[in-house]
């Protein structure tokens, strides 16, 4: 997702006396460079914001839980505070498409296959390299010894959730500014109730663990909020038994819509072939076809850049998941999105605007008393699993 969206919009909404440190990971050094002058080149026309900017890339891999623990240790010695971060890289472990499905979906039901596909092929079982290394790099412990972590689920979920942990209450509490930091997960319009399995919660046994991960994006952010999770929460953001909960980090939920990028890996001329089809899905009636992945930027930027009063004036009506949508024309806008057991807002019978709406999923259902607490209990369960698998991982680092 572009670095340039936050950065037009803080120039344009706020004060010219107010300055921008944009921290943005890349997996090498060259490629942050890269991104560097892009971003560079791109505020030539605006020269009088130039002092107002400051860029620090940073390399960062996902699957490499070190890796997260040193990205956060700099972090922690070079800015004071962090007033927003989005959480927007990941993997999707796709091998391929499923050719003769593909056609025969896209001529059948166009919208519905390219924005809820069928045909993607993906990998079972992908694992990341082994974590915990001796001090001269190799292997400190057999196979044996260390837990398995998938690798889509480590880059899309766990790499994550262990870098917000690892910052710290000193960068992330409202303690340490006017507001609680906003933590933004970027989920996807494919994690539906049944690609998720709490009891393969990595999905280290299906085909499906790209949706499976998002679908746990979903229910960890929109249960962050609730009493009943409250225990994992405060010992994830390090809130004492009885402290305030509006010092803690504020989880946000976004997605990006259906975006033009090389997640599954095709041939240049099938990429392209792709691009025309999104387009195509969009004119005939889709607001999901944000098609470039600046668009697509728009609702996790929004929600990092508002203000706490637009914030809380926008969740009045319950938590959401926001996404990026589009016009016919390609006007960009925000809006909330369905999700399976959590509806529009986590309020039971508030779904009657849905049905009406453009870009539904066929055969979706309103959100009954009884999915919202198969949800709440759900979230329950995956805060417990995952604050379990934190405490593991954070004693294997800690040790090696």
Not at 53 to 79: C, Y
Not at 216 to 237: E, I, K, M, Q, Y
Not at 325 to 351: F, H, K, M, Q, Y
Request: proline share 5%; aromatic share 8%.
């Amino acid at each position: 997702m572009s670095s340039l969206v936050p950065m037009d919009e803080y120039l344009a909404t706020r004060a010219s006396d107010q300055p921008i440190t944009l921290v943005f990971t890349t997996r090498s050094v060259s490629k942050g460079q890269e991104t560097s002058q892009r971003i560079w080149n791109h505020l030539k026309g605006n020269a009088q914001s130039l002092p107002r900017v400051t860029l620090q890339p940073e390399t960062l891999d996902l699957t490499i839980l070190d890796s997260v623990k040193s990205f956060a240790e700099r972090l922690r010695g070079s800015v004071p505070r962090i007033d927003a971060i989005i959480l927007n890289a990941g993997a999707g472990g796709f091998t391929g498409i499923n050719w003769p499905m593909a056609v025969w979906s896209v001529l059948t039901n166009p919208v519905q296959s390219l924005t809820w596909p069928t045909f993607k092929k993906a990998g079972v079982g992908y694992l990341t390299r082994r974590q915990v290394t001796d001090r001269t790099g190799t292997e400190a412990f057999s196979m044996g010894d260390e837990s398995p972590v998938g690798e889509v689920f480590c880059a899309n979920v766990l790499g994550h959730y262990m870098l917000i942990r690892s910052l710290g209450r000193e960068l992330l509490n409202s303690i340490q500014g006017p507001a609680s930091t906003r933590v933004i997960w970027i989920s996807s319009l494919e994690a539906l109730a049944d690609t998720f399995d709490i009891s393969d919660i990595q999905a280290l046994q299906s085909s499906l663990a790209y949706e499976s991960s998002k679908r746990l994006t979903d229910v960890l952010a929109l249960t962050s909020c609730l009493h009943s999770t409250r225990p994992w929460v405060n010992g994830f953001f390090e809130i004492e038994d009885g402290g305030p909960r509006s010092q803690a980090p504020r989880m946000l939920l976004s997605h990006p819509g259906i975006c033009s990028t090389a997640i599954v890996p095709l041939h240049l001329i099938l990429f392209y072939a792709m691009t025309v089809a999104f387009y195509l899905a969009r004119w005939i009636g889709s607001p999901w076809h944000t098609v470039l992945p600046y668009s697509g930027a728009s609702a996790p930027v929004w929600l990092a850049l508002m203000s706490e009063e637009q914030l809380a004036a926008a969740e009045m009506e319950g938590k959401a998941k926001w996404g990026s949508a589009t016009d016919l024309w390609g006007n960009d806008r925000v809006s909330r999105t369905e999700v399976e057991g959590w509806g529009l807002n986590g309020i039971v019978g508030d779904d009657a605007p849905v049905r009406k709406r453009r870009g539904r999923k066929s055969g979706a259902k309103d959100c009954t008393a009884a999915d919202r607490e198969d949800f709440e209990v759900l979230g329950r369960e995956c805060w417990k699993q995952m604050e379990a698998i934190r405490a593991e991982w954070e004693q294997r680092l800690a040790a090696c």
